[in-house]
């Protein structure tokens, strides 16, 4: 039997990075997999990471809301930051819930956005539309997003997805050295 896993998004990059991270983590289960639109209780574009973890916590909540009988229910949330020198990076944060209301949480790489695209969005503009903007790109974020365009594809944003979902996965998958709190 399959088991279900309800994605916080219709985002095809969203849905197939679950699945692939599920396939990782549990190559002997087979899987289907839903997106739903929820939203998110943040920004469009959430600017630090508490902000985004809380987009990606609310995402899965909302999913596990709208459709209670599954498996998995799996929010991401991409979202940028400043260091302290004022340099703005990218990252996205994965929540996980199970059955049991168990959650598992993992977090991207980050990556420092150049200075073109940082002034967009600071202007108010999205990553994602500022990124097609400054890569004359359309749609990226359902594509590679700007971790694709600034590593020339080398890095897409569906497997720079997979590896944080993985890494969500590890709590649930071991529950006997992470009890419940």
Known sequence: MNKKIIVASKNPVKINASLEGMQKILPNEQFEVIGVDVPSGVSDQPMTSKETWQGALNRAMNAKSEIP??????????????????????????CVIDQNDAIGKGQTGVFYLPSKVQQLVEEGIELGYANDQV?????SKRKGGAVGSLTFGALGRTEYYVQALVLAMIPLVNPNLYPKE
Not at 75 to 81: L, S, T
Not at 135 to 139: L, M, R, T
């Open 135 to 139: 890569f004359n790109e359309n749609g």
């Open 69 to 94: 009988e599954a498996e998995y229910w799996v929010g991401m949330e991409g979202g940028i930051d400043k260091d302290e020198d004022g340099k703005m990076y990218a990252f996205a944060w994965m």
